[in-house]
């Protein structure tokens, strides 16, 4: 069996990050684990909690627009 990840305050398993959306593309996810909103909010109130910053992808690789190329060029050469 997995063992699941303990909330960084009270120790209790079943914790996860907290996001923090700063726009569409760009949102921040905590480095610590919460098991609820009282463990995150007691556990910043002491000591901060610390942010990494995601973006979030377009949705389309540079495999994806490649193909797209590829596909506009060849219906402009028949």
Same mark, same amino acid.
């Given at each position: 069996?997995?063992?699941q990840i303990k909330c960084d305050w009270c120790q209790k398993s079943g914790a996860s990050t907290w996001s923090r959306p700063l726009d569409k593309n760009t949102s921040y996810v905590s480095k610590q684990h919460f098991c609820c =909103?009282?463990?995150q909010t007691e556990y910043d109130d002491r000591y /901060? $909690?610390?942010w990494k910053e995601v973006k979030k992808n377009? /949705?389309?690789t540079p495999m994806g627009y490649l193909i797209i190329i590829l596909? $506009? =060029?060849y219906l402009i050469a028949n």
């Open positions: 069996m997995a063992e =909103l009282k463990c /901060g $909690i610390h377009s /949705g389309i596909v $506009i =060029l």
